[in-house]
T-cell receptor, first 116, second 114 residues
Framework: ETGVTQTPRHLVMGMTNKKSLKCEQHLGHNAMYWYKQSAKKPLELMFVYSLEERVENNSVPSRFSPECPNSSHLFLHLHTLQPEDSALYLC???????????????FGEGSRLTVL | AQSVTQLDSQVPVFEEAPVELRCNYSSSVSVYLFWYVQYPNQGLQLLLKYLSGSTLVKGINGFEAEFNKSQTSFHLRKPSVHISDTAEYFCAVSDLGAGNMLTFGGGTRLMVKP
């Protein structure tokens, strides 16, 4: 039990499907993150939310749409994905975001996405 | 902009042998440095971090790392590895004041053999 729960753990979808990944943190943190982990590539930061406001969007294609309804939940909505989007999507949370509050990121176990 | 280089993508080692996983970074400002570990089918968890003070940092599971500012390195070491240390290890850096905006290296897969 890591305190950050991701569902589903595995997802297979076609290029025309619409699906969502869910992340929930039980740690009382106020910042949440989506990372993409592909084989042979460094972790890529996709989106950052602080106090439910998006503060980072690293040129992610619009076929990925994040949603943060409250400080405990984060979603990643997926539509018309491409096979190259197949990867492990990791959610993380932290107690603070910037200005000297550097500390630990708490990661979920990830959602393994396969796009056919 | 900052970047992190982990020179070794894979490091095979026998059980009870010492190991060093290398990490070099580049940044125009002072940084915080981290090592994370990812066991199979799990997310990442923090192994250790350097924020300030002593350049030798001790972490969980007997790991330690040394911050070398002149060489811009933060190598991870363990004097005697166990089979259970088999995992992917990620070095990460954040600019001072950038909070939790981490930049990760490409990872090093540590393979401990009996």
């Amino acid at each position: 039990e890591t305190g950050v729960t991701q569902t589903p753990r595995h997802l297979v979808m076609g290029m025309t499907n619409k699906k969502s990944l869910k992340c929930e943190q039980h740690l009382g943190h106020n910042a949440m993150y989506w990372y993409k982990q592909s084989a042979k590539k460094p972790l890529e930061l996709m989106f950052v939310y602080s106090l439910e406001e998006r503060v980072e969007n690293n040129s992610v294609p619009s076929r990925f749409s994040p949603e943060c309804p409250n400080s405990s939940h984060l979603f990643l909505h997926l539509h018309t994905l491409q096979p190259e989007d197949s990867a492990l999507y990791l959610c993380a949370s932290s107690r603070g975001l910037a200005g000297g509050t550097t500390g630990e990121l708490f990661f979920g176990e990830g959602s393994r996405l396969t796009v056919l | 902009a900052q970047s992190v280089t982990q020179l070794d993508s894979q490091v095979p080692v026998f059980e009870e042998a010492p190991v060093e996983l290398r990490c070099n970074y580049s940044s125009s400002v002072s940084v915080y440095l981290f090592w994370y570990v990812q066991y199979p089918n799990q997310g990442l968890q923090l192994l250790l971090k350097y924020l300030s003070g002593s350049t030798l940092v001790k972490g969980i599971n007997g790991f330690e790392a040394e911050f070398n500012k002149s060489q811009t390195s933060f190598h991870l070491r363990k004097p005697s590895v166990h089979i259970s240390d088999t995992a992917e290890y990620f070095c990460a850096v954040s600019d001072l004041g950038a909070g939790n905006m981490l930049t990760f290296g490409g990872g090093t897969r540590l393979m401990v053999k009996p």
